[in-house]
């Protein structure tokens, strides 16, 4: 989580608690972040994935032991 400013925004930018936003990296790189708090200034983002802290659970078949 992360104090990211206002100002990294565009001007127009609303700023909605619980809602996804994407942007990119300095490099480009796309990232995604969650809005967790709206303070004065910053915008408190949740940089970690979706499903990250979640119990996953998966069905596999076997198909062979080499």
Same mark, same amino acid.
Request: charged share 25%; no cysteine; proline share 8%.
């Given at each position: 989580?992360?104090? #990211?400013?206002? &100002? ?7 700023? #909605?608690? $619980?809602?996804?936003?994407? $942007?990119?990296?300095?490099? $480009? ?6 809005? !967790?708090?709206?303070? @004065? *200034? &910053?915008?408190?983002? @949740?940089?970690?994935?979706? !499903?990250? $802290?979640? *119990?996953?659970?998966?069905? /596999?078949?076997?198909?062979? /032991?080499?």
């Amino acid at each position: 989580m992360m104090d #990211v400013p206002k &100002t990294n925004f565009p001007p127009e930018f609303e700023f #909605v608690e $619980g809602e996804m936003v994407q $942007g990119q990296t300095e490099t $480009g790189q796309p990232l995604q972040a969650i809005i !967790l708090e709206v303070k @004065d *200034d &910053t915008v408190v983002l @949740d940089f970690n994935h979706p !499903l990250a $802290g979640q *119990d996953l659970n998966f069905d /596999i078949e076997l198909m062979e /032991i080499a």
